[in-house]
């Protein structure tokens, strides 16, 4: 009497109390996008937009990560300019260029750590971060405060 895998693996699911067919679902992507701040015949500039406003959290803004890349480096070299910045949807927009080059997506720790400490703060600390002309100057701006 031969047994089929099929009833070897029925018996086994059984004895541990497991379902042998479980339902695969889809798993919806995290909702990133990249917008191209600058390009140039060496670099490239782009913010990755991690978090769209939240108006039930009370949080009407964007947080992005900025990054620059030289054009001609690998993928895994690249600067991170800002780990986390809090845009207006007009910064966002006049921010934005109207043209296409090659983007990465890097992991999100430092963003989501980054994230994190700016939703802990108070309220007024929050708003006094929020960025409202252009990422590139406000990114330049926080640089030029930094001893």
């Known amino acids: 009497m031969r047994i089929s895998p099929e009833a070897?693996?029925?018996a086994v699911a059984t004895i541990?109390?497991?379902?042998v067919f479980a339902r695969a679902e889809a798993v919806k992507?995290?909702?990133v996008s990249n917008v191209?701040?600058?390009v140039s015949p060496r670099t490239?500039?782009?913010a990755t937009v991690h978090k769209h406003p939240e108006p039930a959290d009370h949080d009407p803004y964007y947080h992005v990560e900025v990054i620059e890349k030289e054009r001609a480096s690998p993928p895994w070299q690249f600067k991170r300019l800002a780990t986390h910045v809090v845009v207006t949807a007009d910064a966002l927009?006049?921010?934005?260029?109207?043209?296409k080059?090659?983007?990465?997506f890097y992991k999100d720790i430092e963003f989501r750590i980054a994230y994190r400490a700016w939703h802990a703060q108070p309220l007024m600390q929050q708003e006094a971060g929020v960025c409202r002309t252009t990422i590139l100057e406000c990114v330049?701006?926080?640089?030029?405060m930094r001893p």
């Open 8 to 10: 070897i693996l029925l």
């Open 36 to 38: 191209i701040l600058s």
């Open 44 to 46: 490239v500039r782009w």
């Open 16 to 19: 541990l109390d497991a379902s």
């Open 140 to 144: 330049d701006a926080a640089d030029n």
């Open 29 to 31: 992507p995290p909702d």
């Open 93 to 99: 927009d006049r921010s934005r260029l109207r043209r």
């Open 101 to 104: 080059a090659k983007t990465y």
